[in-house]
């Protein structure tokens, strides 16, 4: 069974009701507050706020409302429906007519492998846009970047994380700087790398063995998808990335306000990684208490 998880506070946008429409995947939708009382699906599963607590009232209560943090909730309702492949989507992207058939996750393929000294890499400089990076990358590691050591290499995804064309995942000093509107060239993927690497919950696809140690983590800004992914890679998984399956269509941002929430990840980028990569465990170190209570909440009901 294939899972497709999203968010949403606002009346369905065309991304949903396309992702509703598509066969051999379920929808699960996690409402929150904002969304409308009377928001029905077609097909699929409509989480309400009700409903949430109902799967459990403390994970709900330590998560709070009106974050897309709330997807934990939607990511555990799959995984008690027994699916085998779950698909983590933002409200914004639009599938495009591939998407969901190349699948990956949970196999072996070819990829281009990347090789680096330095303590993490990002894939957006490894695409025909070099001057771009990943939100979540460290920018102090920026100038650093090198991808002169590349081959061909048989990898295992337990992650795959794809791409996507029209507005990307750059962190907001890259798309004050730049403005991106972009073409991913399909030939580059699949990649990977020998070291972490940021990935986030926008169209991103994990196998149901890993489900309880990703984790969107509340209150730490727009970091929430981006340290999940060290946190999981940290415990074992390689991510890889593959061709834009999606157009992002993005909702309306305050740039300054993006760039104030991913303030922690420019502070504490490097050592999170340094450390993770160490002992998973040190997650703690970084993130509230409150934070933590709800991840260990989230992992006692699996």
């Known amino acids: 069974m294939n899972v497709v998880v999203t968010t949403t506070i606002n009346p369905p946008t065309k991304a949903v009701l396309k992702y509703d429409a598509l066969e051999d995947w379920h929808l699960i939708v996690v409402g929150d507050l904002k969304t409308p009382?009377?928001?029905?699906?077609?097909?699929?599963?409509?989480?309400?706020?009700?409903?949430?607590?109902?799967?459990?009232?403390?994970?709900?209560?330590?998560?709070?409302?009106?974050?897309?943090?709330?997807?934990?909730?939607?990511?555990?309702?799959?995984?008690?429906m027994g699916a085998d492949v779950v698909a983590t989507i933002d409200d914004d992207n639009v599938p495009l007519d591939h998407w969901?058939?190349?699948?990956?996750?949970?196999?072996?393929?070819?990829?281009?492998?990347?090789?680096?000294?330095?303590?993490?890499?990002d894939p957006v400089g490894a695409t025909n846009y070099?001057?771009?990076?990943?939100?979540g990358?460290?920018?102090?590691?920026?100038?650093?970047?090198?991808?002169?050591?590349?081959?061909?290499?048989?990898?295992?995804?337990?992650?795959?994380?794809?791409?996507?064309?029209?507005?990307?995942?750059?962190?907001?000093?890259?798309?004050m700087q730049f403005a991106p509107d972009c073409e991913f060239d399909p030939d580059v993927f699949p990649l990977t790398a020998n070291v972490m690497s940021p990935f986030n919950s926008q169209n991103t696809f994990l196998t149901r063995e890993w489900l309880s140690d990703?984790?969107?983590?509340?209150?730490?800004?727009?970091?929430?998808d981006i340290w999940a992914s060290y946190y999981l890679q940290a415990k074992g998984a390689r991510v890889v990335y593959g061709r834009p399956s999606v157009v992002q269509e993005r909702n309306p941002h305050d740039l300054v306000v993006d760039m104030?929430?991913?303030?922690?990840?420019?502070?504490?980028?490097?050592?999170?990684?340094?450390?993770?990569?160490?002992?998973?465990?040190a997650i703690a170190e970084f993130v509230p208490e409150r934070t933590m209570a709800a991840f260990r909440r989230y992992q006692e009901l699996f």
């Not at 295992?156 to 990307?168: L, S, Y």
């Open 260 to 281: 104030k929430a991913e303030y922690l990840g420019y502070e504490r980028g490097v050592p999170l990684v340094e450390t993770l990569a160490k002992d998973p465990d």
């Open 130 to 135: 070099p001057h771009l990076w990943h939100r």
């Open 137 to 175: 990358y460290p920018l102090m590691l920026l100038a650093q970047r090198d991808y002169s050591s590349v081959r061909r290499s048989r990898v295992h995804a337990d992650i795959q994380a794809d791409f996507w064309n029209g507005d990307p995942d750059v962190d907001a000093i890259c798309r």
């Open 37 to 80: 009382e009377d928001y029905r699906l077609e097909r699929g599963t409509y989480l309400s706020p009700s409903d949430q607590e109902a799967i459990d009232k403390e994970l709900s209560d330590l998560i709070g409302w009106n974050n897309v943090e709330r997807r934990n909730l939607g990511l555990l309702a799959a995984w008690r």
């Open 214 to 224: 990703y984790f969107i983590f509340p209150g730490i800004g727009r970091m929430e």
């Open 100 to 121: 969901g058939t190349n699948l990956f996750v949970g196999q072996e393929l070819d990829a281009n492998f990347y090789e680096t000294d330095l303590v993490a890499f």
